[in-house]
């Protein structure tokens, strides 16, 4: 689609919060990559990350645990596709799954560290990703990784602390599914997290807004989740 990577960038421009940022990204990226799973991932937002022996974090949900395409893109903070460092077939090694045929992940930095990746995949049957598609990956990942800078580096409010303002982007993105009726591995396979990583955030999200239950979570939230949600 003819600038199509436009679109992407102008809504990365008007975003406003963290939240809005990432929603405006997952809105947009999948049309123009034409890819059928992708998804933000923020290591400030998982807790139960470890860094392994080779000082790179582990990163199961999206299939980059201790395979080359997530050490290439945390060792040099650049995009990479399966095929740009792996012969033909060999990503089957890492990974089995038939909707992650093709991956390709770029990095989020900030203050010269990675601070999360924009990852992106392709289903069998769908066409690998090619030099084009990593150089506009690289362009999203450099208009992403300046506008999350800038909007961490405004200052913060002191007073009228919200439902809202307790909870990060994930935390909330999390509330919008439970409110739309979704379960655990439901969430967890659209976000790509784990259940259990959907587990341990809801009851982070229960200590932080004092509720005990998921339905008095999202009355708790009624005023900030989207109206569409019923």
């Known amino acids: 689609m003819p ?14 919060t963290e939240q809005q940022l990432q929603l405006a990204v997952m809105e947009t990226v999948g049309e123009h990559f034409d890819v059928q799973r992708w998804g933000i991932y923020l290591l400030d937002e998982q807790p139960e990350v470890r860094v392994n022996s080779q000082g790179f974090p582990d990163i199961p949900e999206v299939c980059l645990r201790g395979n080359p395409v997530g050490k290439y893109v945390v ?4 995009p990479a596709h399966e095929q740009l460092i792996l012969p033909a077939g060999d990503w089957k090694q ?11 992940s770029g990095p989020i930095v ?70 739309r009726g979704l379960t ?3 969430i967890g396979e659209k ?23 998921r339905a008095e979570m999202v009355a708790r939230l009624q005023d900030i989740l989207p109206s569409k949600v019923s």
């Open 3 to 16: 600038n199509s990577l436009h679109t992407v960038f102008d809504a990365i421009a008007g975003a406003q």
């Open 75 to 78: 060792e040099r903070h650049a």
């Open 94 to 104: 890492f990974c089995s799954r038939d909707d992650h045929a093709h991956v390709m």
């Open 110 to 179: 900030a203050d010269g560290r990675l601070v999360g990746t924009l990852n992106l995949a392709r289903a069998k049957g769908n066409p690998a990703f090619t030099a084009n598609d990593l150089a506009d990956l690289s362009a999203l990942c450099l208009h992403l990784s300046a506008k999350l800078a800038s909007l961490r580096a405004q200052p913060k409010p002191s007073s009228n602390i919200t439902a809202s303002s307790l909870l990060t982007p994930r935390e909330l993105e999390i509330a919008e599914l439970v409110a």
């Open 184 to 186: 655990n591995a439901e």
């Open 191 to 213: 976000l790509w997290i784990t259940q259990n990583s959907v587990k341990q955030a809801l009851k982070r999200m229960f200590r932080k807004l004092e509720v005990s239950a």
